[in-house]
């Protein structure tokens, strides 16, 4: 494992390089909005990317790198993580089919730029679909399925039975499991494993 640094429009960022054996793919994974490169369900998909020979980037976002919490419009997360994206495919996952993805906001950053950084599946975990609505509220909060239906490559969803944010539906080309737990995917890492490792092996996102 290892890290570097990469210039963005926002700042740097930061992304931890797990290099597989002989890889036959590359996985990018962005973290939540108020959480890390660590979280429980980001390195479960990491430890199972890696036995499947997919090598491995974690993403922190500038803002996490410059020490700050809040995170900032998605036209300036969105813009970061394709600049990262892009470098490495130039460097260490160069010549590598790209699998993006991460945890929750993370996800929704992978969803949205899926074609600008030339992606051929897409990972979501714990995909916050309809945030809970407020207490004061009139309305619904929005849904964010339009995200989703915009990804034309294939899609695997990690969803806790429990999320408050909800079950996405399954489509033509995106995957839902449920697996136990709510929306920090921290109940079963086994489950969350292997949803994910089913995926990789089915044959359509990395060669067998």
């Avoid at 890390?36 to 390195?43: I, K, R, T």
Wanted: hydrophobic residues 40%; contains cysteine.
């Amino acid at each position: 494992m290892s890290s570097i640094e990469i210039e963005t429009p926002h700042g740097p960022a930061r992304a931890i390089l797990d290099p597989a054996d002989e890889p036959v793919a590359g996985l990018v994974l962005g973290h939540g909005a108020g959480g890390g490169v660590e979280a429980p369900d980001l390195l479960v998909a990491t430890e199972v990317a890696l036995a499947e020979r997919v090598s491995v980037a974690r993403v922190e976002q500038p803002y996490r790198v410059a020490g700050k919490r809040s995170q900032p419009a998605a036209s300036t997360i969105d813009a970061a993580w394709i600049a990262a994206a892009r470098h490495l495919r130039a460097g260490p996952l160069a010549d590598l089919p790209l699998i993006v993805g991460g945890r929750s906001a993370g996800a929704r950053v992978a969803c949205r730029t899926a074609a600008e950084t030339g992606a051929v599946a897409v990972l979501c975990l714990a995909f916050p679909l309809q945030p809970p609505q407020r207490r004061n509220a009139t309305a619904p909060s929005p849904s964010r399925l339009d995200e989703l239906d915009a990804v034309d490559v294939p899609v695997l969803i990690v969803q806790g039975e429990r999320d408050r944010f909800g079950t996405p539906p399954e489509s033509p080309t995106r995957t839902v499991t449920l697996v136990p737990g709510d929306h920090s995917l921290r109940t079963d890492r086994d489950a969350v494993g292997e949803a994910v490792r089913g995926w990789l092996r089915t044959g359509t996102i990395v060669p067998a």
